[in-house]
């Protein structure tokens, strides 16, 4: 029998991986980076307690604030149904295109909307009343830009503590529901 016999000058070959070591610094600091832009918020919400006849009429039980997103306006009752405040829309310059062409439009007007619900919380806090609660309604053909910048208006402000920016709580505890019909005038 014949056997083969390998040489034994063969030399162990060494493993070059700098290039992937390279890799690595660089792609896991860009990894980790890209996870604190992928967070996602999350908000709860709910909708509003159903109103039976047969609800005591307490004045023990909280009023509900309500916050109406109407076309024209957005109107803020407190207690529920009876308007306290009326806002309506204002003119806003918004550029439009490549060639930034300025169109006047009417926009609601969250500044004002987050100035009445600060001094509204302020009232409540010098009767003993804490309410976190409130009720946006809006009607059908409400924007869906309209509803979430609303929902942020009525969660908080910005506020100034101690030199720091801050976000200062108002009504972070949000429920949704159809805004009443309007027709002739009258609600139903």
Do not use: C, W
């Not at 405040?85 to 969250?110: N, Q």
């Not at 600060?118 to 976190?132: F, P, T, W």
């Not at 609660?133 to 409400?142: K, Q, R, V």
């Amino acid at each position: 029998m014949k056997r083969i016999r390998r040489s034994r000058n063969q030399q162990d070959v060494d493993l070059d991986i700098t290039a992937f070591m390279n890799l690595m610094i660089v792609l896991v600091p860009v990894l980790l980076l890209g996870m604190v832009f992928s967070q996602i918020t999350v908000l709860d919400l709910t909708l509003p307690d159903a109103v039976t006849s047969e609800s005591p009429s307490d004045d023990d039980t909280p009023k509900r604030i309500e916050l109406l997103i109407r076309d024209d306006a957005l109107i803020v009752n407190y207690p529920e149904g009876i308007q306290l405040k009326r806002i309506p829309k204002i003119i806003a310059a918004v550029e439009e295109g490549e060639e930034a062409v300025e169109t006047d439009v009417l926009v609601h007007d969250f500044k004002l909307l987050s100035l009445v619900l600060q001094e509204m919380k302020r009232q409540l806090r010098e009767k003993s009343i804490e309410n976190k609660a409130i009720t946006i309604l809006s009607e059908p053909n409400t924007s869906y830009q309209s509803i979430v910048s609303a929902m942020d208006t009525v969660r908080s402000y910005k506020a100034i503590v101690a030199a720091s920016v801050v976000d200062a709580e108002l009504f972070p505890e949000v429920s949704f529901g159809d805004a009443p019909i309007v027709t002739g005038g009258a609600v139903q």
